[in-house]
T-cell receptor, first 107, second 112 residues
Framework: GIQVEQSPPDLILQEGANSTLRCNFSDSVNNLQWFHQNPWGQLINLFYIPSGTKQNGRLSATTVATERYSLLYISSSQTTDSGVYFCAVVYGNKLVFGAGTILRVKS | SQTIHQWPATLVQPVGSPLSLECTVEGTSNPNLYWYRQAAGRGLQLLFYSVGIGQISSEVPQNLSASRPQDRQFILSSKKLLLSDSGFYLC???????????FGPGTRLLVL
């Protein structure tokens, strides 16, 4: 099956700092999603991005499908950005998740 | 707009007891429905998915089963819970097979 690897596994930032999260996948995929899981466990859709770049406020994502990776950029981080960020790829008719990046933003 | 509900939010059950978790979707018809489990706060594992009433595909052999008795209702069940069934169970829906998936609030299950 496909492998989805996220890096770094853990990240601590000072409020206001920028960060880049990476997602590598081992095979061609039909699509890709980024999620933020908040402290209450809710999975929040951030981006649905098969290729190219999308932006939503302080967040942006870029997927280079031909090179099998995606990047999530967080600018001017806030404490509310803390949580776990998951990358998930649409492989066949299934969504396959990476192990996530745990982000902690300190004030 | 579409919404997805799960209940109960939390559940504590003894080993060997039965289980029934429910998921319902509003505001759409004929959605694809999914059950995932998340253990230890990292990584989600697909358990079951359904593309229509009565159509269930199982991804991982286990102690659980799923049913879809109505178009927008998805149920996760077990006849006898094991300790290893503890975890966070998430239901999701999508409008089609290759489209974005949207997740419910989840059910935390603790088997003692």
């Amino acid at each position: 099956g496909i492998q989805v690897e996220q890096s770094p596994p853990d990240l601590i930032l000072q409020e206001g700092a920028n960060s880049t999260l990476r997602c590598n996948f081992s095979d061609s995929v039909n699509n890709l999603q980024w999620f933020h899981q908040n402290p209450w466990g809710q999975l929040i859709n951030l981006f649905y991005i098969p290729s190219g770049t999308k932006q939503n406020g302080r967040l942006s994502a870029t997927t280079v499908a031909t090179e099998r990776y995606s990047l999530l950029y967080i600018s001017s981080s806030q404490t509310t950005d803390s949580g776990v960020y998951f990358c998930a790829v649409v492989y066949g008719n299934k969504l396959v998740f990476g192990a996530g990046t745990i982000l902690r933003v300190k004030s | 707009s579409q919404t997805i509900h799960q209940w109960p939010a939390t559940l504590v059950q003894p080993v060997g007891s039965p289980l029934s978790l429910e998921c319902t979707v509003e505001g759409t018809s004929n959605p694809n429905l999914y059950w995932y489990r998340q253990a230890a706060g990292r990584g989600l594992q697909l358990l079951f998915y359904s593309v229509g009433i009565g159509q269930i595909s199982s991804e991982v052999p286990q102690n659980l089963s799923a049913s879809r008795p109505q178009d927008r209702q998805f149920i996760l069940s077990s006849k006898k819970l094991l300790l290893s069934d503890s975890g966070f169970y998430l239901c999701a829906w999508s409008p089609g097979t290759l489209t974005a998936q949207y997740f419910g609030p989840g059910t935390r299950l603790l088997v003692l």
